[in-house]
């Protein structure tokens, strides 16, 4: 059982597809990295997966259901681009209310806490309000809320946006434990020297995978020793330059 599939997956905002035809199939247990510009579509693809807007056609499947499903919520963490902590909460009410959420009962939600705010360095800020917190440290409690209840699947939309190189470098272990532990990580991110850590990735743009494959092996078929230099070879195999004048 694969831990994503989708097939033919679009999803329309009014007549605009911002995901056209995506076939995604992510093995269990595996980093997955979408990758691609601004616009590509990589959020509005894992909105859908993780359950909080429905698909316009085709098939998006976690673990075997196709999604919204109830079914497969308890299953998958979500981590969205923009903070999603409550800011009128502290650090600790948005972790309890997370917690409770996903039906955990008080001494997990409190061994869980203790553990995520060690690993996202705010142990000290249990029950500062939120508002009061830089970007950086909002973006950490998100993560953590992400990840109270132990998911399977965690589905990371730029995780690392705005957390200083020290922090990102504690993150990524992180998230090579998880994956160790059998969860599936499903991360975007901008960042190259991360986009490498990833088992697989897969370049989008314009709502469609263009190439995907493990990251040493896309370099080595497009000659190039980075993931941007590939990204743009596979861009122009894609759709070659118009050039003026040709017909
Ligand atoms: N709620 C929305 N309504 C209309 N257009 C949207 C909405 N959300 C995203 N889009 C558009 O869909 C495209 C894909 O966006 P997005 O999935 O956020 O891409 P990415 O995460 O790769 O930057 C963009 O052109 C964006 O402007
Ligand atoms: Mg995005």
Redesign the pocket.
Known sequence: MLAVKTDKLVKC??K?K??DDLNLHVEKGEIYG?L????????????VLSGLIKKTSGTAKVLDIEVPNKLVSGNVGYMP?ETAAYIGLTVHQNIEFFGKLFGLDKEHIAKREKELLEFIDLTDWRDELVQNLSGGMKHRVSLACALIHEPDILFL??PTVGVDPKLRIKFWKFFTKMKENGTTVII?THYMDEARRCDRVGF?RQ?KLIAEGVPEVLMKETGTDSLEDAFLKYADIERPPVRPGVK
């Open positions: 905002y009014g605009f911002a995901v979408l691609g510009p601004n616009g590509a579509g990589k959020t509005t693809a894992i909105k681009q939309d730029e975007t989008m709502g």
